[in-house]
T-cell receptor
Framework: SQQGEEDPQALSIQEGENATMNCSYKTSINNLQWYRQNSGRGLVHLIL?????REKHSGRLRVTLDTSKKSSSLLITASRAADTASYFC????????????FGSGTRLLVRP | NAGVTQTPKFQVLKTGQSMTLQCAQD?????MSWYRQDPGMGLRLIHYSVGAGITDQGEVPNGYNVSRSTTEDFPLRLLSAAPSQTSVYFCASRPRPHGGYSNQPQHFGDGTRLSIL
């Protein structure tokens, strides 16, 4: 079974608004990563947060991690039409550090 | 650097045929993985390798074989194609982690779109 599950499955916002996506997972993790996938392309790494970190920033991206709730959130501020893509969280479990397990993704549409 | 290169980009097979999906990386990464992506299900791990000569099964290994004779190449073989294997296949690589933990991001190829009739 998949480790991470994203919520919502789909999100539609206006350009300039903020977009928030959530990820829940089931077991203890070493780190959690977020990836973006543009239509018809491979996944591109966005940001990695380790289990001992609570928040991380990269440009317009802000990621939080709550290990007690086994959840993470990705915030994209001041969204642009170019942010339209699918976003996936992926986890590395502490008992299986070789494997990166992906969730089912959130499809984000940013309307111009 | 070309990164991770997958060939072919598209393929149509008949049920029962066999084929090999190619994956090559030029970043000298030790770890390589194969995923399949189906609508609404995200990416599922098929097989992975932590170095030349070492492979292991992921979440959905049945019907697929892999080998890793070199660091650069990690081919995925479909032994007898079935319609249930219609999917988009992604190959990924990343460096060996430090301290035993996988704290390196993965690099993905652009995928192979496979249809089995």
């Amino acid at each position: 079974s998949q480790q991470g599950e994203e919520d919502p499955q789909a999100l539609s916002i206006q350009e300039g608004e903020n977009a928030t996506m959530n990820c829940s997972y089931k077991t203890s993790i070493n780190n959690l990563q977020w990836y973006r996938q543009n239509s018809g392309r491979g996944l591109v790494h966005l940001i990695l947060i380790r289990s001992n970190e609570r928040e991380k920033h990269s440009g317009r991206l802000r990621v939080t991690l709550d290990t007690s709730k086994k959840s993470s959130s990705l915030l994209i501020t001041a969204s642009r039409a170019a942010d339209t893509a699918s976003y996936f969280c992926a986890t590395v479990r502490t008992d299986s550090s070789y494997k990166l397990i992906f969730g089912s993704g959130t499809r984000l549409l940013v309307r111009p | 650097n070309a990164g991770v290169t997958q060939t072919p980009k598209f393929q149509v097979l008949k049920t029962g045929q066999s084929m090999t999906l190619q994956c090559a990386q030029d970043m000298n990464h030790e770890y390589m993985s194969w995923y399949r992506q189906d609508p609404g299900m995200g990416l599922r791990l098929i097989h992975y390798s932590v170095g030349a000569g070492i492979t292991d099964q992921g979440e959905v290994p049945n019907g697929y074989n892999v080998s890793r004779s070199t660091t650069e190449d990690f081919p995925l073989r479909l032994l007898s194609a079935a319609p249930s294997q219609t999917s988009v296949y992604f190959c990924a690589s990343r460096p060996r982690p430090h301290g035993g933990y996988s704290n390196q991001p993965q690099h993905f190829g652009d995928g192979t779109r496979l249809s089995i009739l």
